[in-house]
């Protein structure tokens, strides 16, 4: 029962993780028009982490054990620094789609790394799983694509995003043995911030100018689809392996195309509704385990009654 209840919680927090991710699209747009990608990541970052910060006052979590500081550190330069940066870089660069299509590579990427330095399983649902959701993952790319709209640099940019968020996914699944959730993000979130410090005179200038629904939309960034999304991510990641948790991932691109039809009237066209529904469909594969077959009950031979002539 106990077991049951922890996969529920962990499926919970993994739905949490990515309805907020996927909002995130929809405000790195108005954000991203008047902030540059450097100063958007730091001012992202900071609001994150002043927001668990608190937090962590609040329950006194402490610091972590050393044991946990390498995986922190790697996964908060590659995946909180480094990855939002290049990320928002990449998406000045080429179209949504291509953007999207790109960086959906990262799952992959974690699968792999994951099996070659973790150890992780790779059942055939998980595997096909993940070829469904990419599947749809390109069909919701080259539906949203711009004919002519991508530079080689943007791709470049969006190819090295996905590196990144593989490389900080499975250097913070080791920390997670050690540290709680909520540490493992804080502090993955603080070595982000320093990471970004080089861009802390254009946030202060360009926060001058910048209207106040950008502004708030970068708030808006740093405590729920950074704060509260990486330490629900972080709960998840440490009940199951790092593949399973990046084939959910997948459930992104889907969440996008319906948040922008609900929040900017973009209707999403039959193809692209198609390549969401593959995007779901995979992630629910995925995630589904084979049904155990109860073992066949053994029969015990009856013993046969002594004949006369054995001995006494």
Known sequence: MNHRRTELLAAGAATVTVVLWASAFVSIRSAGAAYSPGALALGRLLSGALALGVICLIRRE??????????????????????????????????????????????ILIALLGARLLGDAMPPRLLAGMAVSFAGAVTVGLSMSDNGGSSVLGVILCLLAAIAYAGGVVAQKPALGSATPLQVTTFGCFTGAVVCLPFAGQLVSEAADAPASATLNMVYLGVFPTALAFTTWAYALARTTASRMGATTYAVPALVVLMSWLALGEVPGLLTLAGGTLCLAGVAVSRSRARRTAPAPVTVPEPQPESASDPA
Do not use: C, H, K
């Open 62 to 107: 402490g610091l972590p054990p050393r044991s946990a500081w390498r995986g922190i550190a790697v996964s908060g330069v590659l995946w909180f620094g480094f990855y939002m940066v290049v990320l928002n870089w990449g998406e000045q660069q080429v179209d949504a789609g291509t953007a999207a299509l790109v960086v959906n590579i990262g799952p």
